[in-house]
């Protein structure tokens, strides 16, 4: 027997509910019945838009499609639909064209709501058909983007009530860190917004995160002290505590968006300064910085410490990240807990198979790394720059971001009110780039100008935490290993591993190179007379990238060291 194909496609899976589902397979089945078909019903997308051809670009119709073209669709099938429309809502022409292409690979497409039968023959013989076939898919592309063009002016008139001052809120649904006050109650979207008793535990967050915990450690935290979540669930997760670091509303920012079949998509630039921010931008683009730093963050070994406090700035001189490694057994030994280069362990092109005995390693660099000293107000005062500079430095990278990613979606929209919308966002994020550029270009000035003293103030940092640290243990121990890994990270630019068993380690600015052998300092290197400017790719660079600070050849940190000793004067620690 011949076969029908039922193709049934939702735009939102809201659409399921009911009876909607049931009633166009009924249809389906009495269709094939009465002409002798065999019916296939497995056709079906939710959630797939037909107004921007989503649907013909993944799931089964875009399958379906494959197959036609593959010759796997035998001719002579039937493709039988709900109305035309459920096959395309696109521009007519664009939708015309893939009809025609099923229908010319004979197979009848059949529309059940106007018992229209569209095949091959019929319209060769039937002029008129072809009319009916393009009035059926110009209809329903009109009525898609009517809907579209009606809500994007709604939004557009809320958009700019909100964005003119007035007490008036789009909604009162917001975070759930705020509650909306109406101003009288007959006008509940007329009021202001204010913090509830779950204001503190975002701040909480924002400061674990900050301080060195990672996802799972934050969540582990706060079901522990039996914080609920804010959505419903049976406690905090790891996606929730990212999803609320990445919430921009966390610092006043309303992000409007539509939804006309398919995903949600941003109208627009974010309404900022919409709620009051719970977190300052410092604390929140610190948090980003932190993050993409240490990419899975600070979790627990079997122990419940934070076992490798050089995440983020552990290299092997290849470029390739040094391994933590635990081999205790039920006899540990001091060379049983390592690092390695990952590179040679999963056998790359890297000779460097040395390991590194981590305790020597960790207590050699705790006990050097800490010599430079300036007064309290210089110390100060640099340390507020730097927090401002890394913050602004994270805000352009998200900006950058940003800016390329609304670059993209406007080169491949089709629809060109959106188009428009993409666009003013590719300029508002280019004009915002310069800005962003001053002000780090003035943060880094007083960064360099107190550089001494700002690196002074996070060792101080560092000896502190590692004081108290000794007298710590379980829970106490992690959180406060976790922020000595956070504040070393603001130290140190990059501790690098040679084959010989040495490694080298270079203080951010470029003031120092330390060179360690056997957990023990063999040289350091005061650079700041050879770096006056506090380059940082000073001793910070891939392979084969040229040093323009100190003019040299090509080289890597490995093929410096020969050479400090020429342009640094050696200073016994």
């Not at 072809?130 to 110009?138: G, P, R």
């Not at 975070?175 to 007329?190: A, Q, S, T």
Request: aromatic share 6%.
């Amino acid at each position: 027997m011949t076969t029908a194909y039922s193709y049934i496609r939702f735009s939102t899976p809201a659409q399921l509910k009911g009876d909607s589902l049931r009633r166009q397979l009924r249809k389906s089945e009495r269709y094939a019945a009465e002409h002798g078909l065999t019916l296939d019903s497995s056709l079906r997308d939710t959630g797939l838009s037909a107004y921007k051809g989503a649907h013909r670009k993944k799931g089964a119709l875009a399958s379906f499609l494959a197959k036609i073209e593959g010759g796997e669709i035998a001719r002579g099938s039937y493709l039988i639909v709900e109305n035309i429309d459920r096959l395309s809502r696109e521009n007519p022409w664009d939708a015309l064209g893939m009809v025609q292409k099923i229908i010319g690979a004979e197979i009848t497409v059949v529309s059940l709501v106007d018992d229209m039968v569209y095949s091959l023959d019929r319209l060769r013989n039937r002029a008129e058909l072809m009319t009916t076939l393009q009035a059926a898919l110009t209809k329903g592309h009109r009525e898609s983007k009517d809907k579209a063009d009606r809500l994007q002016e709604v939004w557009a008139e809320k958009r700019a009530e909100v964005e003119g001052g007035g007490r008036r809120k789009l909604t009162r649904q917001g975070p759930g860190w705020l509650d909306l006050i109406p101003d009288d109650p007959r006008e509940p979207l007329v009021g202001e917004w204010r913090f509830n008793d779950r204001a503190p535990i975002v701040r909480d967050i924002f400061e674990m995160c900050v301080e060195g915990l990672g996802k799972e450690a934050i969540a582990r935290r706060l079901n522990a002290r039996g914080v609920p979540p804010f959505k419903h669930g049976d406690g905090w997760g790891m996606s929730a505590v990212a999803e609320l670091l990445k919430d921009r509303r966390t610092i006043g920012e309303l992000q409007l968006c539509t939804k006309v079949g398919g995903p949600r998509r941003p109208i627009g630039e974010p309404i900022k300064g919409y709620f009051p921010p719970v977190v300052s931008e410092e604390i929140f683009y610190r948090a980003q910085a932190e993050i993409a730093k240490r990419h899975c963050g600070a979790s627990p070994s079997r122990t419940g410490k934070v076992p490798n406090i050089f995440v983020g700035i552990a290299h092997c001189q290849c470029g390739r990240v040094m391994e933590y490694r635990d081999r205790q057994g039920k006899r540990p030994s001091p060379g049983s807990i390592f690092l390695t280069c990952s590179g040679n362990r999963r056998g790359h092109v890297c000779s460097n198979d040395a390991r590194f005995p981590y305790g020597e390693l960790e207590r050699a660099v705790l006990d050097w790394v800490t010599d430079i000293k300036v007064s309290d107000a210089e110390a100060n005062k640099a340390g507020v720059a730097a927090i401002k500079l890394a913050g602004k430095e994270a805000e352009r990278d998200d900006t950058k971001r940003r800016l390329n990613a609304a670059f993209a979606k406007w080169e491949s929209e089709d629809d060109q009110a959106l188009k428009t919308m993409l666009y003013t966002s590719v300029q508002r994020y280019s004009a915002a780039l310069p800005k962003i550029e001053e002000e780090i270009a003035s943060l880094s000035e007083t960064v360099r100008a107190t550089k001494r003293s700002t690196l002074d103030g996070r060792r101080v940092a560092v000896r502190n935490l590692r004081d108290e640290m000794a007298t710590l243990e379980g829970e106490a121990l992690f959180d406060m290993r976790a922020k000595l890994a956070a504040a070393l990270r603001q130290v140190i630019d990059r501790v690098e591993f040679h084959p010989d068993k040495t490694f080298g380690v270079t203080l951010r600015g470029g003031l120092k190179l330390y060179t360690f052998a056997n957990g023990s300092l063999l040289r350091s290197y005061d650079l700041s007379d050879a770096n006056p400017d506090g380059a940082d790719k000073l001793l910070t660079f891939p392979q084969a990238e040229t040093i323009d600070a100190l003019k040299l050849h090509p080289m890597t940190l490995s093929g410096i060291r020969e050479t400090l000793a020429a342009i640094a004067e050696p200073v016994r620690g």
